[in-house]
């Protein structure tokens, strides 16, 4: 029950696309959604983060769609550039904790 | 601000060894967890401290043990190395407990 499940496994995006990463969860104890962006030698870092009781969030190019009856939240990276490659991780916790649970990652290449 | 900062970068040990690293968590924060990061197993985590005091652990042996001194730095320690302890080590900081947290670039551990 404290699986994140994540997809797709690496994506290939031209640039100027879209790019879209998919997460599921079970416990319906956690209650918030931060996803991170880590480049090869560095810790990851936090991109954007949702609650349950908004269905969306947008920061710039990130935008974040949050569906609670599904259990499901997705990453939408609009006009996708190469220097958004990198590798991306959706994470759940619980206010009671702040141990995150990671999904699995997504290894995103946008190419020129 | 200065980021986290985690000491050594770069760590080469034998199996049957301990071993000890150092996170120092962003000025003023006061929260400090841990996490493990292998190719198989993904973003784990091991275990928080907050205010001194571990609040949550991870599920991992009894060799994997950590501590908070009273101005927030933390180590973490692994007694009696395996190979499978390869991985990189994260440290991350928050605020305070439960709050969003930020990670270190990582120590490298390489047990050979």
């Known amino acids: 029950q404290q699986q994140v499940k994540q997809s797709p496994q690496s994506l290939i995006v031209q640039k100027g696309g879209i790019s879209i990463i998919n997460c599921a969860y079970e416990n319906t104890a956690f209650d918030y959604f931060p996803w991170y962006q880590q480049f090869p030698g560095k810790g990851p870092a936090l991109l954007i983060a949702i609650r349950p009781d908004v269905s969306e969030k947008k920061e710039g190019r990130f935008t974040i769609s949050f569906n609670k009856s599904a259990k499901q939240f997705s990453l939408h990276i609009m006009d996708s550039q190469p220097g958004d490659s990198a590798t991306y991780f959706c994470?759940?916790?619980?206010?009671?904790?702040?141990?995150?649970?990671f999904g699995e990652g997504t290894q995103l290449t946008v190419n020129p | 601000k200065a980021g986290v900062t985690q000491t050594p970068r770069y760590l080469i040990k034998t199996r049957g060894q301990q071993v000890t690293l150092s996170c120092s968590p962003i000025?003023?924060?006061?929260?400090v967890s841990w996490y493990q990061q292998t190719p198989g197993q993904g973003l784990q985590f091991l275990f928080e401290?907050?205010?001194?005091?571990?609040?949550n652990k991870g599920n991992f042996p009894g060799r994997f043990s950590g501590r908070q001194f009273s101005n927030s730095r933390s180590e973490m320690n692994v007694s009696t190395l395996e190979l499978g302890d390869s991985a990189l080590y994260l440290c991350?900081?928050?605020?305070?407990?439960?709050?969003?947290?930020?990670f270190g670039p990582g120590t490298r551990l390489l047990v050979l």
């Open positions: 991350a900081s928050s605020q305070r407990y439960q709050e969003t947290q930020y």
């Open positions: 000025s003023g924060h006061r929260s």
């Open positions: 994470a759940a916790t619980r206010t009671s904790g702040s141990r995150l649970t």
């Open positions: 401290y907050f205010s001194e005091t571990q609040r």
